[in-house]
């Protein structure tokens, strides 16, 4: 099968291009991008007031399968993912069982083998069961598929065997994720620590909770030649540290998430759980921090975090329900709307932060539309306008806090290896 896409505004960052361009695909793979194509092809896409990007990238994201269906599973995540404009995504191990074993991770990969119509490559966890004691077999899972190793939803507290970890996984070649939250600050937190949390009569979360982790990894980064993603950071030390670690030369990203770059706590204005989520919707001071980090290239993705629930577990008080949101159907619009429409960033520090950035951090040969690479093209509108409505979710999940934002940038297709397998458009 041959497709052809044409008179789109074509943005490849790894090769430097920006401008009206057609591009050919010829068995899943980019076989032309010129002006003005005049070879046949099987389909013919006209993508004129288009962007027409390498496939989008979220390093971030929970399908909560094996144990958690009711509340994701694989098919609906990545489907979720395609309406989105995403051709790859990771999810974290934090499942039941968990992503802690070889045997686990190739009983996940044939489920996506069978479910998934994006790809999706797994994160393994750090230590057996999430628990904080034994390390999983790293060079194993690394060997199997296992993309990087986080222990998402938590920080290994024990130091020592951190250490470890990051020095097996930088011997397998892989990235270590971090989830950045010292549980012995934490404590009964729920929202960030302030004058909200005061008002709404809760525990807080200070920006500590997470910067004393961040600056923990980053020295056990510069001790062991780890590569350190440092996953949703929140804070504006987060993103002062990763600045400093890069002038040191440090092999550290960042990563954040269109929640915390678009609200702040001050937006939470009653107890509504859809606000409520792990690290917390920062300070006006912390949000102005990240759009600046990200708008002078110290923090490197945006991914979204994307965290469904069952919409009985966000229905309860904000001191109970669990933490998260999903993010996978608004995050490119978010980021136009906030960052790019904004002056915070041109569109093509989008692609770079939302697919070649991220292809970069996991070592995976995607992220750019380059001649003879894998056809995984993400076609967006980021003129249409259109009010967020979590009743048309794809996710399981409807829990959000966007509900009834106007916003701009519209997914038309969404394209894995060649294959359409997300429309929106009138033919």
């Known amino acids: 099968m041959s497709l052809l896409i044409k008179n789109g505004r074509v943005i490849d960052p790894a090769c430097d291009r920006d401008g009206i361009f057609d591009v050919l695909v010829e068995e899943g793979i980019i076989k032309k991008v010129e002006s003005n194509i005049t070879d046949e092809a099987d389909e013919v896409l006209d993508a004129k007031g288009c962007v027409v990007s390498p496939g989008l990238i979220d390093l971030h994201v929970h399908f909560r399968e094996p144990g958690f269906e009711h509340k994701e599973t694989i098919k609906t995540g990545a489907m979720a993912a395609a309406k989105g404009g995403f051709t790859t995504v990771c999810p974290m191990p934090n499942t039941i069982p968990a992503v802690d074993s070889v045997e686990m991770l190739e009983n996940l990969y044939e489920r996506i083998r069978k479910n998934a119509i994006v790809n999706v490559l797994p994160v393994s966890a750090i230590t057996m069961g999430q628990g904080g004691e034994y390390l999983v077999d790293i060079t194993g899972m690394a060997d199997h598929g296992a993309i990087a190793i986080s222990e998402d939803g938590k920080s290994v507290m024990n130091t020592a065997l951190?250490?470890?970890?990051?020095?097996?996984?930088?011997?397998?070649?892989?990235?270590?994720?971090a989830h950045c939250e010292d549980k012995n600050l934490v404590g009964k937190g729920v929202i960030n620590e302030g004058p909200k949390s005061k008002e709404l009569g809760v525990m807080g979360i200070s920006n500590s909770v997470e910067d004393v982790i961040v600056a923990r990894d980053i020295v056990l980064a510069k001790e062991t030649g780890a590569k350190l993603h440092l996953c949703h950071c929140s804070t504006k030390d987060s993103v002062e540290m990763i600045r400093l670690a890069k002038e040191h030369g440090i092999a550290v990203t960042g990563e954040v998430c269109p929640h915390h770059f678009t609200l702040c706590d001050e937006d939470i204005k009653e107890d509504d759980s859809n606000y409520k989520m792990n690290p917390p919707l920062r300070s006006r001071e912390d949000v102005k921090a990240l759009k600046e980090g990200?708008?002078?290239?110290?923090?490197?993705?945006?991914?979204?975090?994307?965290?469904?629930?069952?919409?009985?577990?966000?229905?309860?008080?904000?001191?109970?329900?669990?933490?998260?949101?999903?993010?996978?159907?608004?995050?490119?619009?978010?980021?136009?709307?906030?960052?790019?429409?904004?002056?915070?960033?041109t569109m093509k520090q989008l692609v770079e932060k939302m697919s070649y950035n991220p292809a970069k951090v996991i070592g995976i040969d995607r992220g750019t539309l380059e001649v003879g690479k894998a056809a995984d093209i993400t076609v967006f509108d980021p003129n249409a306008s259109y009010v967020i409505d979590s009743k048309d979710f794809v996710s399981m999940g409807k829990n959000t806090p966007f509900n009834g934002k106007k916003v701009k940038g519209v997914v038309k297709y969404t394209i894995v290896s060649g294959n359409v397998v997300y429309e929106n458009v009138i033919r």
Do not use: C, Q, R
Not at 163 to 177: D, H, L, T, Y
């Open 162 to 177: 951190y250490k470890k970890a990051m020095i097996m996984a930088a011997k397998a070649g892989i990235p270590v994720m």
């Open 294 to 345: 990200l708008k002078n290239n110290i923090m490197d993705v945006i991914s979204t975090d994307h965290a469904p629930h069952h919409a009985s577990e966000k229905a309860a008080s904000v001191k109970t329900a669990p933490f998260g949101i999903v993010g996978l159907e608004t995050s490119l619009a978010l980021t136009i709307t906030e960052l790019v429409d904004k002056g915070y960033l």
